[in-house]
């Protein structure tokens, strides 16, 4: 029950995802609970979770001990790979296995600066917790805030960077899910 009205919760922020297929799906078992480093920040982030992304916080808190954290093989800086991490909830590799499309969640400890980077798929953010810097286009760094959506293009290079609080963004791959992002700076 927890993860379906979470997808829902998290579909309705992204738009464009189709309410009946959350709606009719079913939770992989086997994927596992892993955590990072920067899964300590999780509970910081959702005491973060307010206005427009408060409903989507008791979902998260009620699967948290689920959630299998991940990074880009891709990426090796050491320094940023201790304070990212993502959760694909709906995808290839997902909580909910789906050919179409990846709903996930991102998370960046506080200080970090999430390389600028880009990849195939076109991609939309919502933020759902934490004040953050995003640059992309005309690389301009602008604070993005809980509720506020960002589109990415296909290959549109792009960067995040956290000051005092982590960042938890909700963000959907709509296409070319199975190429990975690459550091671009």
């Known amino acids: 029950m927890q993860w ?19 709606s009719g799906a079913r939770l992989d078992t086997s994927v596992q609970h892993a955590t990072l480093p ?6 910081v982030a959702l005491a973060l979770c307010v206005g427009p992304t408060a409903h989507v916080r ?5 699967v948290k001990s689920q959630l299998h954290w991940r990074r880009n093989a891709a990426y090796s800086n050491s320094e940023f790979l201790d304070g990212y991490g993502y959760c694909e909830l ?18 960046l400890a506080p200080h970090v600066t999430y390389p600028e980077h880009a990849h195939p798929a ?12 995003w640059r992309q286009g005309d690389r301009v760094w602008r604070i993005r805030v809980p509720g506020e959506r960002i589109e990415h293009a296909a290959n549109e290079p792009h960067a995040m960077r956290t000051e005092a609080e982590p960042l938890l963004a909700a963000y959907l791959w709509h296409d070319h899910l199975h190429e990975g992002a690459r550091l671009t700076g």
Do not use: K, M
């Open 4 to 22: 379906r009205v979470l997808l829902e919760r998290l579909g309705g922020l992204l738009g464009s995802v189709d309410s009946d297929r959350l």
């Open 38 to 43: 920067v899964s300590s920040c999780i509970d």
């Open 58 to 62: 008791a979902p998260i808190e009620g």
């Open 90 to 107: 709906i995808g290839p590799a997902g909580h909910v296995r789906e050919a179409a499309f990846a709903l996930g969640l991102l998370l």
């Open 122 to 133: 076109r991609e939309t953010y919502v933020v759902v917790a934490g004040h953050a810097q």
